[in-house]
């Protein structure tokens, strides 16, 4: 009886998968790791949060690619093949003048990541609808920013960047989400 409870607590759960944690390693600020429930409508981009928080959130989850995307970081020669099933999150720093050196890690390997604005607007289709996505035209990495996916743990994405206006902002794509299958 305590294991089937403690099974319906763990599917109920919002910890279920997706983006699963985060932590800031170093940083000229104090801030911390916040995940954001994209259910509760908010806008992103161009100066609105002004922290020194890192931020993450899940897009679409579980989606078979109609067609190849390109990414900056990963991916097969720069690119994710059609029909593989992705899992879509986006993580952004959006500090006034700060730099920062933080990990995210998701529920599943990380397949590539758009950093830069070409193949960030070429991946929107992969948003998630409640979100506002304000200034496209200045997403991506910035100048001197760096982002890399861990070789020995392949869940785990490092970022080393210093945000200034608007911030940077980066698309991560990994391998089907099981905890996204699960909600």
Known sequence: MKALWLMACALASPA?????????????????FVLLDPNDGFTVGNDNFNTCHLYAFDEDQNIVLPEPIRVDIGGVDGVIAQGTEVASHYVFFDSINDTQFAYVEFDAPILGVAAYQDTMGATDFLANTRVTYIGERLRGLEENDDVWIDPERPERLYVLWAGSSPGDYIRVFTARSVGAALM
Not at 16 to 32: F, S
């Open 16 to 32: 279920a998968g997706l983006v699963i944690a985060g932590d800031i390693l170093q940083e000229t600020c104090t801030g911390r």
